[in-house]
């Protein structure tokens, strides 16, 4: 069937989407009562805290695409950004790398997220995100690389003060890392940024002239308006059901 929720084109266009999050052991019936609690644009799947098998994730990844709805995979570790193009074999349309710190690491997960000639993405893999009909190589790998999400995960001081430099061509969210980024705000007493607030509106003003957005895990959503009035587009909740 034909994928109709371009999340990317959405997020690209200043849509408010909201996310939500599920276990990855989750059923077909589960997931049609979680999503239809609300209207929501796409599913997080984590393993960074979670245990998973790749099994499992083209499983949830199979189920959400007959249910027209991207699944986000935050992958296990940071050091295994040279690993996106193989979890993106296993159905996720959108990836996040946690803990980045680095501009290599971006760079890194830009290159295995994106086929040649914007990347190095190795081609292959049945279960790909929006791969049935699309199944010449050409034509497949230009879909995804106008399709495919990736997202890093800033969860430091230091991160969210070079948050511009991460905001990198192919890279569409920087996602907000709140446990964290408090360990760090702790051991840094005396930085200018010294509530979550201060770092969001840093980060959203950082980006203002950058084609990649900011994601936050409110999962509240009394918080929906709040923080879409200091100009966050993308939001990712916990299941209301």
């Known amino acids: 069937m034909p994928l109709e929720n371009d999340l990317k084109k959405r997020i ?22 979680i999503l239809g609690a609300d209207d929501y644009g796409y599913l997080s799947i984590d393993s960074q805290h979670s245990p998973w098998s790749e099994a499992e994730l083209v499983e949830i990844s199979g189920i959400a695409a007959e249910l027209n709805t991207p699944v986000h995979f935050r992958i296990k570790h940071t050091r295994y950004s040279y690993q996106v193009g193989n979890f993106l074999d296993l159905g996720p349309a959108c990836i996040e790398v946690p803990q980045v710190e680095t501009e290599e690491t971006a760079q890194e997960a830009i290159d295995y997220f994106y086929y040649a000639q914007f990347g190095k993405r190795s081609w292959g893999g049945a279960a790909r995100w929006g791969v049935e009909g699309r199944g010449e190589r050409l034509e497949y790998a230009e879909w995804w690389n106008n399709h495919g999400v990736l997202w890093l995960q800033i969860e430091s001081i230091q991160a969210v003060t070079n948050s511009r430099k991460f905001a990198k061509p ?59 009035d200091m100009g966050v587009t993308v939001l990712l909740e916990r299941p209301k059901v």
């Open 170 to 228: 192919g890279v569409d969210c920087l996602s907000w890392g709140p446990a964290d980024l408090s360990f760090s705000r702790e051991a840094n007493p005396n930085h200018p940024l010294q509530t979550d607030d201060d770092c969001v509106a840093y980060v959203v003003k950082q980006l203002s002239d950058t084609d990649t957005t900011l994601v936050i895990r409110s999962y509240d959503p009394a918080l929906r308006s709040k923080y879409q």
């Open 12 to 33: 690209a266009d200043g849509d408010f989407i909201i996310g939500v999050s599920a276990p990855i052991t989750s059923t077909k019936a589960r997931l049609e009562e």
